[in-house]
T-cell receptor, first 115, second 114 residues
Framework: KAGVTQTPRYLIKTRGQQVTLSCSPI?????VSWYQQTPGQGLQFLFE???????NKGNFPGRFSGRQFSNSRSEMNVSTLELGDSALYLC??????????????FGPGTRLTVL | AQSVTQPDIHITVSEGASLELRCNYS??????LFWYVQSPGQGLQLLLK??????LVQGIKGFEAEFKRSQSSFNLRKPSVHWSDAAEYFC????????????FGRGTSLIVHP
């Protein structure tokens, strides 16, 4: 079974631009969560989607948004990029909702650099 | 709200030596507990998890962890470390009946000397 895939793997943007990251979960998994990983803050939860609905949201500004499609693929969007948005963005999938009590399967991440 | 502390930012061990990575959590009840490993350039991979029952949990790659309620700890152990174990290790906690959002520790970087 194929693992979680994320595209692109690397991205360089400038301040003020917007970016869209994509995540394809493991086949049959209906939950997709997004995390931001930085050296300073560690792993921080962005949001979780389950059956095309956002179920949970972390403490991030509205510039961070996401969606999930009927095939469970998910995208996250960051508008008006800031230097501090430079990070590794990880996507994780799970058969059921709730990364807090279900095993999550992580993708390799998208490395976003904002100049 | 739950929280997780991994007191050691870096740990250095020699290949073949034993390993213990510390994890302390704060939560009012028995939480769900996880250990994940992240190799360079990779996403996180689950090593083991504790939900209930036997407090000594066996995981993949020869790792085990013990849940100690009295100490609010869930330390990860391995009797003999291999060079390929060099990676970042994350402890995570989830709340029973509460938020579905897991909280991750800041991670411990394991360096293995030959």
């Amino acid at each position: 079974k194929a693992g979680v895939t994320q595209t692109p793997r690397y991205l360089i943007k400038t301040r003020g631009q917007q970016v869209t990251l994509s995540c394809s979960p493991i086949s049959g998994h209906r939950s997709v969560s997004w995390y931001q990983q930085t050296p300073g803050q560690g792993l921080q939860f962005l949001f979780e989607y389950f059956s095309e609905t956002q179920r949970n949201k972390g403490n991030f500004p509205g510039r961070f948004s996401g969606r999930q499609f009927s095939n469970s693929r998910s995208e996250m969007n960051v508008s008006t990029l800031e230097l501090g948005d430079s990070a590794l963005y990880l996507c994780a999938s799970s058969p059921q909702e709730g990364g807090g009590y279900n095993e999550q399967f992580f993708g390799p991440g998208t490395r976003l650099t904002v100049l | 709200a739950q929280s997780v502390t991994q007191p050691d930012i870096h740990i250095t061990v020699s290949e073949g030596a034993s390993l213990e990575l510390r994890c302390n959590y704060s939560y009012g009840a028995t939480p769900y507990l996880f250990w994940y490993v992240q190799s360079p350039g990779q996403g996180l991979q689950l090593l083991l998890k504790y939900f209930s029952g036997d407090t000594l949990v066996q995981g993949i790659k020869g790792f085990e962890a013990e849940f100690k309620r009295s100490q609010s700890s869930f330390n990860l152990r391995k009797p003999s470390v291999h060079w390929s174990d060099a990676a970042e290790y994350f402890c995570a906690v989830g709340a029973r009946g509460g938020s579905y959002i897991p909280t991750f520790g800041r991670g411990t970087s394991l360096i293995v000397h030959p």
